[in-house]
């Protein structure tokens, strides 16, 4: 079982509608969850974090955590063309002073004019 | 200001070359990071320092030598590579709390021939 899953895609959604993005996670321990987005060739932006169960937006963008069932998501509404990139679900344990951070393989988003 | 400063942005190098790879924030973090991401596939971490202590090590091979001479700065020495470590490596770091949010550099596009 890999430690971060997401489902590959390519997600496919026209523009404006409501992109779910979703993330299971295998280590009950993790603390802290990110959602980063990444355009071709680019490195890493940081869209959305979340630390406690339910939701929390900012924006376009809500990120929703569920720590029982070990799963994190994130919606776009109102998608864009210029949303469309790699979206990495990225899981955190903190452990005496270390962080250990685990990305999922990425959600590949495409919208479509 | 979120920004960590990666150069060179571009780095060809034949496997018999020595050469560093630089990283600098100012955003008084006190953990840094170095992952390596091939095309297609997440970010893989590589080493972490903490307090200017390496602190993670993910069995990365010794021709990869990382270094932390103070806390705004990190260092990747690389020698006698092989083809297979041409990669995106990106730098990030963070506050060495357990939240973690990571903010990336631009990244070095390494290629080895």
Known sequence: QKEVEQNSGPLSVPEGAIASLNCTYSDRGS?????????????????????????????????????????????IR???????????????????GNNDMRFGAGTRLTVKP | DTEVTQTPKHLVMGMTNKKSLKCEQHMGHRAMYWYKQKAKKPPELMFVYSYEKLSINESVPSRFSPECPNSSL??????????????????????????????????TRLSVL
């Open chain 1, 31 to 75: 603390q802290s969850f990110f959602w980063y987005r990444q355009y071709s060739g680019k490195s890493p932006e940081l869209i959305m974090f979340i630390y406690s169960n339910g939701d929390k937006e900012d924006g376009r963008f809500t990120a929703q955590l569920n720590k029982a069932s070990q799963y994190v998501s994130l919606l």
């Open chain 1, 78 to 96: 109102d998608s864009q063309p210029s949303d469309s990139a790699t979206y990495l679900c990225a899981v955190n344990k903190y452990i005496i």
């Open chain 2, 74 to 107: 990190l260092n990747l020495h690389l020698h006698a590579l092989q083809p297979e470590d041409s990669a995106l490596y990106l730098c990030a770091s963070s506050q060495a709390l357990a939240k973690n949010i990571q903010y990336f550099g631009a990244g």
